[in-house]
């Protein structure tokens, strides 16, 4: 587990000019305005974390020309970036504030955790598979992303002892939801989700009460499955 402190620092390092820098941010207004805000995304905190996180350095260098272009991308180990207009969907539909403490399951490359952080979030993010796990520390360490937890392992139990959490978003789909997760959400707090197999539906859970746990379907998807422990519980 690795926790990250310090201010954002967005540079590309040596070698990177002005030109260059000018270039991926016009890339991210126009992935912005064109792919999120077009479609319906309104949040000013979500648009605005959207335009100032380099989503180009959480690609591999292969694809990073695709960065900012309308689909998912791979990142190794099976995995993929989530298309950016679901990023900024599923963040908004978090309903999360400055200072709200949230938990992902499914790191991948960082991207959403580093998003959340942007939005001033306190964010604890768990990946079950090492080599991304790693890659995604390091990445968040050298960027200078601040308030970013993240533990390598299996994302079924959560993290009971950071909970309870103001919003969960889970970037993997189980074909059912989690019990411990739902446990971990705060009264009044939103968890976003894809569920199912090779059918999915996004949802919105939202803890009304102890017990209490009404959802909605928002669209179709199609995400990675989860795995681990959810494969094995009836």
Known sequence: MLALAGGWSWGCGGGK??????????????????????????????LAALRSVPRHLFVPADVRAEAYADHPLPIGEGQTISQPYIVGLMTELLEVKPGD????IGTGSGYQAAVLAAMGCNVYTIEIRVPLAREAEQRLASLGVKNVHVRTGDGYAGWPEAAPFAGIIVTAAPERIPQPLLDQLKIGGHMVIPVGAFYQQLKVITRTGTADFPERDVIPVRFVPMTGEVERRP
Do not use: P, S, Y
């Not at 030109?19 to 016009?26: F, K, M, N, Y």
């Not at 403490?101 to 992902?104: D, G, I, N, T």
């Open 17 to 46: 000019t002005t030109d260059q820098e000018a270039r991926w941010a016009a890339l991210r207004d126009e992935m912005v305005a064109t792919q999120i805000a077009a479609r319906g995304v309104r949040d000013a905190n979500v």
């Open 101 to 104: 403490r949230v938990l992902e």
